[in-house]
């Protein structure tokens, strides 16, 4: 198993001399100001939601020019990439992962999403967790504050479904609990872009990470997935909406409720409900009831076995009906 190193500068850049990285980023990179030691390849040439074969691209210039290192610096999508890189190409190359958004945690887990024919897929090995990571808060100065509320939401969310897993352990519980209490205590600070709240929304979200990282997502983030393809609306935005009305129909988990504040689930999910209104985050309103359909048969039941109480076909539609408010 891969063991991580977490760093809260560039010193760790260091161990790139002599060095020839596939730097995997995001057009916004180079306002970043970020300088390496070496002569670096680039490769920005992907999208927001990495397809198969933009990764296929990535693996033909790492290996055309001799890489023997990958750096990502960008948000999930990018980290996701990176790591998709290093699983096509079937050689084991250091991963160093620089992460420029607060919320997806993609640098403290071993799995990446890759979209293969249009259809969400997930790779997933040991090998795929970050050798070193940079927490470097500064990045997320430039960060528009819609895109920092959806990726906050989303770390949130992470740490709750985390949390009440059926694989939840010890270790992923208390991941979850210091995931909320940051969260809980820095928002507005984040929100108002200052570097503590910053620096520790961003911690929130590598904690986030590492309790997926070990019991992987539940029903909240599998019900969200086409949401953001048929609205357009980004997957933090989309899977908040979704918790609140997945919880309702769970009942229980006052211990959730408590790391939130509250005195138990029902008034956590109230919170929830408020916050969402206080933030903007919302139903998308490019809604059809026809929508229904698709979006319920998009879920994978399997996918669903994660999730501490099983929902059949005719339950999850009516879950997006809540959801979507029609």
């Known amino acids: 198993m891969t063991m991580q190193q977490v760093f809260y500068d560039f010193s760790i850049f260091n161990i790139l001399k002599g060095k020839k990285p596939l730097l995997v980023c995001d057009k916004i990179f180079d306002t970043f100001g970020i300088k390496f030691p070496c002569k670096v390849m680039r490769f920005d040439g992907f999208s927001s939601n990495p397809v198969y074969e933009d990764i296929c691209t990535g693996v033909e210039i790492l290996k055309k ?3 023997d290192f990958i750096v990502a610096v960008g948000g999930g999508s990018t980290i996701d990439t990176a790591k998709a890189i290093k699983y096509y190409s079937g050689a084991d190359y250091p991963l160093m992962a620089v992460p420029t958004t607060s919320g997806t945690g993609s640098e403290a887990t071993h799995f990446a999403v890759v979209y293969i024919n249009g259809e969400k897929h997930s790779v997933s090995d040991q090998c795929l967790l970050p050798k070193y990571v940079i927490l470097q808060s500064n990045l997320l100065k430039t960060l528009p504050l819609y895109q920092k509320k959806c990726t906050m939401l989303d770390a949130l969310c992470q740490a709750i ?3 009440w897993s059926k694989r939840a352990t010890e270790e992923s519980i208390r991941y979850s609990k210091e995931a909320i209490d940051l969260i809980m205590k820095y928002m507005d600070s984040y929100l108002k872009n200052e570097d503590s709240g910053n620096a520790k929304m961003l911690l929130a979200s590598h904690l986030a990470g590492k309790a997926i990282n070990i019991t992987t997502t539940t029903a ?3 019900m969200s997935y086409k949401l953001t393809s048929l609205y357009g609306i980004p997957h933090g935005h989309a899977v908040a909406i979704c918790l609140p009305k997945v919880w309702k129909q769970m009942s229980n988990f006052d211990d959730i ?6 005195q138990n689930h029902e008034a956590a999910i109230s919170f929830f409900e408020e916050l969402l209104q206080r933030l903007n985050i919302l139903p998308p309103d490019n809604v059809n009831k026809e929508d229904l359909d698709i979006l319920t ?3 994978n039941i ?3 076995s994660n999730n501490p109480v099983q929902f059949d076909k005719k339950t ?4 997006y ?3 979507l408010e029609v």
């Open 65 to 67: 020019n001799n890489c």
């Open 161 to 163: 479904e985390s949390w």
């Open 220 to 222: 909240p983030h599998a």
């Open 257 to 262: 409720a408590i790391a939130l504040g509250q």
């Open 297 to 299: 048969n998009s879920v």
């Open 302 to 304: 399997e996918r669903l």
């Open 316 to 319: 999850i539609k009516e879950l």
């Open 321 to 323: 009906r809540e959801i």
